[in-house]
């Protein structure tokens, strides 16, 4: 950044408006590394002495350099009373300051500097920016000015951009300043070669980037900086050029809150939103920030009741400071649940709803504090810091509150940051109760969904079921996409899928009444079709916005085929075990019931042992401006995917197709793997109308049991089918009674006969010589039911085995 400039007083060197600008680099050691000809001429040593030499030797800024002792301060140095001693701290912050120095040439020269960290290579290092003050007094400008601007120059420094590239950038860093004005600035900087140091009438914008510049250098920031001994301290007789720095500081906070309100809720996600929050607060305001929930916020339950007390948990839901990666790790864990003890400032904050400010946390109240918590130390965390505690609150209920802390080489918190500290936290307050409805009103739709779902069994009699669900991408998530799967007599399972046209509650109410009447039509035993036209004249009674899509299947793993009906959905995908290849199953597709007045068809497939079904929804295939082709396509391709597993194979068949494209629907996929049952596995009995056949069929359940090594079975099942098959002879109409066993995981009984009237319990007396059969059923039973058709009816029962039967898996 050397200028170049020929020696000579910095009067002759300005522009109308403009002075130059000393520029110094100070490394970690208070050493000069860098001095610019602007420096030689304002402090009259060159280049050649300066570089290397202690900083505190050639100018007066010692104090604001981050060495530990302080600098032996320019021979000819005197500060201003009024701004109070030299400046001292660890250099972590910027400062200012100005003083009065003897030139060798000019004698006693006015000056202005500030000093900035600099990140990068090497701890401590400074940039030092330095004026002539003099230059800024009537007579050498037009005016006093309002506020300064530093326009850095790059003439000198070819890596840099060109001024049209410079010109673009100035309003980026200086509000209220249009292209014209910067395009001037950057060619008059490029024109001189030099930094410079612009004075104007009427911008106004911060002196420094931050807060915790000590206000005996920087001025007045939201109030006197008390002298030693708690005396409010005097404004400074000689104050920075006429700057407005009440104004300024008042101005840089409003900056502050709009820019943390910019960056704050960007997302309705709960924890994004604390991150954004937290995050925001340092280091610009703070050092350390940390941000508590209550439980019943950050759980989705709804609106807190009531105030706080000393039993409500609180989670600490995120940390940020500026102290080295992981120091509070231990400390004050994020994820933390706590309730916080009463004689506390914390509790203090969130029982009053108001901020709390402690200047500087002394050791005495540090240790007392701390004391209040078991098992912890937060002395090394909070002792001589600065401690300001803010509500987060929601129509005057407090939902969390923020914990900030300067440490002790910063300007404590004062009433404006209270002030602004309430600020941020009310503006937070907003977004996250926002977020907190969101999350409320997520957990609400989700629970709706998970309640309107049913939980499938993952084995059925001779096939295995996998199920997956994918709530929609729009606001509320739900809707009306549903899979189920009904056990059904004969050891068959209906399988069905639906997805009702629409999104929201109304469509998922809509699912809810539809899949409740699929499900007791199914136990009627329907025709597929006459389901679907069932289902289709319910759909139009209901009204004229009930319209949806369905899939019905039946499968028999004894006869090894699925009855298919469709009704308007996309088709199922069947993956064969022989060659383990999908295909588009091609069967009439119907319309969506609701439409009413349209036949359906039901279809019957063969299968085999260890083939798989797939039946979804079109949220997984259908991708805007694809055509669904492709989508029924890929679905093959991954369901014929090997797996390890039922469950291995439907997140193979999501990963594949749920990241084509931006989903916005919802999704259902069902899953079946059709094992069958073997001939062996099955035996069928037909049985007179003769009371004497209960006790042949008692001796052929015996029989068959122990055929198949279940003798610890036998019992049971011998006294559940005498029941049974004494009721069906007493009823039943014609001269058969039908009765079959069948061997899974568990024992299957099935009797059936001509009577449509449905078993009932009844509630038999102590003399009543019937009415005890189906209790006997039900007591022993791990399951039982029945179920009536037109040719009549069936009660069946399972019953648990206590150990596996040599049963052969496929698949």
Not at 708 to 719: Q, T
Request: one cysteine or more; a negative charge; charged letters at 25%.
């Amino acid at each position: 950044m050397d200028s170049g400039v020929p020696p000579g007083p910095p009067q002759q060197a300005a522009a109308a408006g403009r002075i130059p600008l000393a520029v110094v680099v100070v490394d970690g050691d208070g050493l000069v590394s860098h001095w610019s000809s602007g420096a030689r001429r304002l402090f009259g040593h060159p280049k050649e002495e300066a570089v290397g030499q202690p900083a505190g030797d050639l100018m007066p800024v010692a104090g604001a350099l981050a060495t530990e002792e302080r600098g032996v301060a320019h021979a000819a140095y005197d500060g201003y009373d009024d701004l109070g001693p030299e400046l001292h701290i660890r250099g972590s912050y910027p400062t200012a300051g100005r003083a009065k120095v003897s030139h060798p040439e000019h004698g006693r020269l006015d000056v202005l500097w500030w000093a900035y960290p600099l990140v990068g290579p090497g701890p401590g290092r400074h940039l030092v920016l330095a004026a002539d003050a003099g230059r800024l007094r009537p007579g050498h400008g037009e005016s006093d000015p309002d506020i300064l601007r530093i326009a850095p120059g790059f003439a000198h420094h070819t890596e840099f951009p060109d001024a049209d590239t410079l010109a673009r950038r100035l309003p980026d860093i200086l509000p209220n300043m249009g292209p014209a004005e910067s395009g001037r600035i950057i060619a008059q900087v490029l024109e001189l070669g030099y930094p410079v140091l612009e004075f104007s009438h009427h911008d106004r914008v911060p002196v420094t980037p931050d807060w915790g510049v000590p206000r005996r250098a920087a001025g007045r920031l939201g109030g006197p900086a008390p002298e030693p001994g708690g005396r409010p301290a005097r404004r400074a007789a000689v104050p920075l050029p006429q700057l407005d720095l009440e104004y300024a500081a008042v101005r840089e906070r409003l900056e502050f809150l709009n820019d943390v309100s910019g960056r704050i809720g960007s997302s309705l996600d709960l924890a994004r939103t604390i991150r954004e929050v937290t995050s925001a607060a340092v280091p610009r305001f703070t050092d350390f920030a940390g941000t508590h929930l209550r439980a019943a916020v950050l759980a989705g339950e709804g609106f807190p009741d009531g105030p706080p007390d000393a039993t409500t948990i609180w989670h600490r839901v995120w940390v940020e400071h500026n102290d080295e990666p992981g120091r509070w790790d231990d400390t004050v864990p994020v994820g933390e649940a706590i309730a916080f003890p009463e004689h506390t400032p914390f509790f203090q904050c969130m029982v009053t709803g108001e901020p709390v400010l402690i200047p500087r946390l002394s050791e005495e109240m540090g240790n007392r504090i701390s004391g209040e918590f078991e098992k912890r130390d937060l002395r090394p965390l909070i002792n001589h810091r600065s401690l300001l505690l803010v509500p987060l609150k929601a129509r005057d209920v407090v939902l969390g509150f923020m914990v900030l802390m300067r440490r002790r080489d910063r300007e404590p918190f004062d009433d404006m940051d209270r002030t602004t500290g309430a600020e941020l936290a009310a503006r937070a307050g907003l977004v996250l109760d926002n977020a907190r409805m969101y999350t409320y009103q997520e957990t609400v739709a989700e629970a709706l969904q998970d309640s309107m779902l049913p939980q499938v069994a993952p084995h059925m009699a001779g096939c295995d079921i996998a199920t997956r669900y994918l709530p929609g991408a729009r606001l509320g998530r739900i809707g009306g996409d549903w899979f189920d799967a009904v056990k059904l007599p004969g050891s068959r399972t209906a399988l069905v899928v639906g997805d009702v046209m629409g999104h929201g509650l109304n469509a998922a109410a809509m699912m809810g009444q539809l899949r409740t009447a699929v499900q007791t039509m199914a136990t009627m035993e329907m025709p597929p079709a006459q389901l679907l036209r069932n289902l289709d004249d319910l759909a139009q009674r209901l009204g004229e916005q009930y319209l949806a899509t369905c899939l019905y299947a039946v499968y028999d793993p004894i006869r090894s085929e699925i009855q298919i009906a469709n009704a308007g959905h996309i088709p199922p995908v069947l993956v064969r075990a022989e060659d383990g290849g999908g295909e588009v199953l091609d069967i009439p597709t119907g319309a969506p019931v609701g439409v009413g007045g349209v036949a359906f068809e039901t279809v019957t497939v063969r299968v085999e042992p260890g083939d798989r079904l797939v039946l979804c929804t079109d949220g997984l295939v259908e991708v805007r401006g694809e055509d669904i082709g492709e989508g029924l396509a890929a679905l093959c391709a991954s369901a014929a995917h090997p797996a390890a597993s039922m469950d291995d194979a439907c997140d193979t068949i999501i990963r594949a197709l749920n990241t084509r494209g931006g989903r916005k629907d919802d999704v259902a996929l069902l899953m079946a793997r059709l094992n069958g049952i073997p001939d062996e596995d099955v035996a069928e009995y037909e049985l007179a109308l003769d009371p004497r056949e209960v006790r042949r069929a008692r001796r052929m359940v015996r029989d068959r049991l122990l055929g198949w090594s279940l003798p610890d079975a036998v019992e049971s099942a011998e006294l559940m089918v005498s029941e049974l098959v004494t009721n069906a002879v007493r009823h039943a109409r014609s001269h058969r009674v039908g009765l079959r066993l069948v061997r899974t995981d568990a024992l299957l009984c099935e009797v059936t006969d001509d009577e449509p009237a449905p078993a009932a319990l009844l509630d038999a007396g102590r003399d009543d010589e019937s009415g005890r059969g189906l209790r006997v059923v039900s007591s022993l039973a791990r399951e039982w039911g029945t179920s009536s058709t037109a040719r009549g009816k069936t009660v069946w029962f399972e019953q648990s085995l206590t150990r596996n039967p040599p049963f052969r898996h496929h698949g």
